[in-house]
């Protein structure tokens, strides 16, 4: 009841329309779904092992909108194929596991839930555009990390990144200041 209410009386056309091509986004692949449509093609035309670097028709030939940052998983796929986009995916999952073993060696809860949170900040950009290049997900124009274009993106990501190693570096500063302080007072108490 709520749901029609809104749709007839507070959604403009244009929110319809994306909520159509959310649901259906080959319905009007010339228009509100031809960015989805040529992810798909791009990610499909791939293959096993892809066309290889610089040969991928959708996005050399402009078919592709916004190759290098909103649909770069698309042209990277296209290219380098489900190989490619596997080795692709398990280097995000070795990133995402070793931050949150960086979390895991927190000294505070601060810690420990900032690393989890940037964790959590990394896997909802790559499952969100990962699913935008499939179509499985309407286009919002999140960016892929640490292969997307964009200025304001690789900065956030960067010092995402570098908030994390420095729970880490700062775990290792006190481990080695615990170190020293125990090696000290065994040398006091030994002579």
Known sequence: LIFISLWSFVFAPYQKAR???FINPLADIHKTGYNVFQSTIAVGSGQLIGKGLGFGTQSRLKFLPVPQSDFVFAAFAEEWGFVGSFLILLFYILVIGRILYFA?????????LFGMGIAIFFMSHILVNIGMNLGILPVTGIRLP????????????????????SVNSSKKAVDIADNLMVTSRSLVVNS
């Open 19 to 21: 909520i159509y091509n």
């Open 104 to 112: 895991s060696l927190g000294a505070s809860n601060f810690e420990i």
């Open 146 to 165: 640490l292969m997307s274009y964009g200025g304001s993106s690789i900065l956030m990501t960067m010092i995402a990144l570098g908030l994390v190693q």
